[in-house]
């Protein structure tokens, strides 16, 4: 009897260390599962964001922004405020320097210097180009509430688009894990990025 109940004892004391040993892995793959998941719904919401904002770029006429008020062309400020109210967990509000391009770091976000901060986004529109510095590259409606662009620091003023001219709709978010390993691992390198390309619905 007393030898069942030391193997017993022995075999609890070897399935506590396998546990203590296979723990940090089994908790570090469920949490990179959850970042992994969280990764994907703000990826898939930015994009249907960039969707709504770029509808509201191109918008002919007669618009009626969030706040229900109607007037007669949609703004930057218009088409912050509908991706935004689209991607309503998320904080897009802070937007650069220069909302109408040129984008930082020739429109890759990866490896660019000037990043949004930890779990916030910037919204560029502009023309399609990659590095977003061309025109036109903003709505009819001018700017909005947006502050004049920084020319001095290189920001490109905006140019209205019409005729059935393209406008671009690009979303930076700095996306933070919540696994501690992974985020020592990848620090603020982790930018989803999201565009969308429509044409403005006004003709000559």
């Not at 898939?44 to 062309?73: C, F, M, P």
């Not at 391009?101 to 910037?122: D, F, M, R, T």
């Not at 977003?132 to 140019?159: E, H, Q, W, Y």
């Amino acid at each position: 009897m007393k030898e069942k109940l030391t193997g017993f004892r022995g075999q609890r004391s070897q399935g506590l260390v396998e546990f203590a040993i296979i723990a940090p892995v089994l908790l570090l793959l469920t949490f990179g599962i959850i970042d992994f998941g969280r990764a994907l719904y703000m990826y898939i919401t930015l994009q249907q964001a960039a969707n709504e904002g770029a509808r509201v770029a191109v918008k002919s006429g007669d618009y009626i922004d969030v706040n229900g008020q109607q007037h007669l062309w949609a703004t930057d400020s218009d088409v912050a405020a509908a991706v935004q109210a689209h991607a309503i967990n998320m904080n897009l509000a802070n937007n650069p320097a220069c909302p109408n391009g040129p984008l930082p770091n020739g429109g890759v976000a990866q490896g660019s210097s000037q990043l949004p901060a930890s779990n916030n986004g910037w919204i560029f529109i502009t023309d399609p180009s990659t590095a977003g510095n061309g025109f036109p590259n903003g709505p009819t409606g001018g700017l909005g509430s947006f502050p004049p662009p920084n020319v001095g620091a290189g920001c490109s003023n905006i140019i209205d688009a019409s005729n059935n001219e393209p406008i671009k709709v690009t979303l930076w978010f700095n996306f933070q894990p919540i696994t501690p390993l992974i985020q020592q691992a990848v620090g603020n390198s982790i930018v989803i990025t999201a565009y969308a390309v429509y044409r403005a619905e006004q003709a000559s």
